[in-house]
């Protein structure tokens, strides 16, 4: 099943990915979205729009931002949503 | 002599109150005349960033606070350069409330301290 994973601690990002399938996505939000901003960042993740602003960090043009609504009709585009804890 | 205490921030802002309620501490410590050391390290170093709206959270912004660590005479305020270099940030994003400095160097303060805290 087509699955979006939802990571809030950026501490957590390599574990999420091991539980993984080619075909999940993954939307990065709380303090989480500080990964869009690193180097290892992929550019297939989703990060959550209202969690950049609040913290500082500028969007780039090749991130898939979301935003609240977004973010919602994303979990619609999937058969289930993982919130990884 | 008083008692020395290092604070580490290690997270980022907003996912929880650990960067709010160290930056208390850091304060109420210091009106109690410890010696304190703030220190931003990992994810920590993202409390410094500037331009932080989180309203758009309902939050309020804690980190215009951090530039009364000087006026409660916190002198030793270090960001771990590597650290910052890892996630591409540079200084002029900062606030101007810390200097950059070695990790050996953070290792050597918290070593020196009498406590340590972490959030």
């Not at chain 2, 980022?12 to 390290?41: N, V």
């Not at chain 2, 994003?93 to 959030?119: N, W």
Request: proline share 3%; net charge negative; with cysteine.
């Amino acid at each position: 099943m087509k699955t979006l994973y939802i990571l809030n601690k950026p501490s957590l990002l390599s574990q999420c990915q091991s539980a993984m399938s080619a075909d999940d996505g993954i939307i990065l939000v709380e303090d989480a979205v500080v990964i869009a901003a690193q180097d290892k960042a992929n550019t297939d993740y989703y990060v959550l729009e209202e969690d950049l602003i609040a913290r500082g960090l500028t969007p780039k043009d090749d991130w898939n931002i979301k935003d609240y609504e977004g973010f919602v009709e994303l979990t619609l585009a999937y058969d289930k949503t993982v919130s990884w804890l | 002599m008083s008692k020395s205490l290092s604070i580490i921030f290690n997270k980022a802002p907003y996912g929880l109150q650990s960067g709010r309620e160290l930056l208390d501490i850091a304060l109420m410590a210091a009106a109690f005349d410890m010696d304190i050391k703030a220190l931003f390290i990992e994810d920590g170093v993202y409390q410094l960033l500037d331009n932080q709206q989180p309203d758009v959270l309902y939050m309020k912004n804690h980190s215009p606070t951090f530039k009364a660590l000087d006026l409660y005479g916190i002198e030793t305020r270090l960001i771990a350069e590597h650290d910052l270099d890892e996630r591409g940030i540079t200084q002029e994003q900062l606030l101007p409330v810390a200097e950059t400095t070695s990790q050996e160097t953070i290792k050597q303060v918290i070593s020196e301290s009498d406590f340590v805290f972490m959030l």
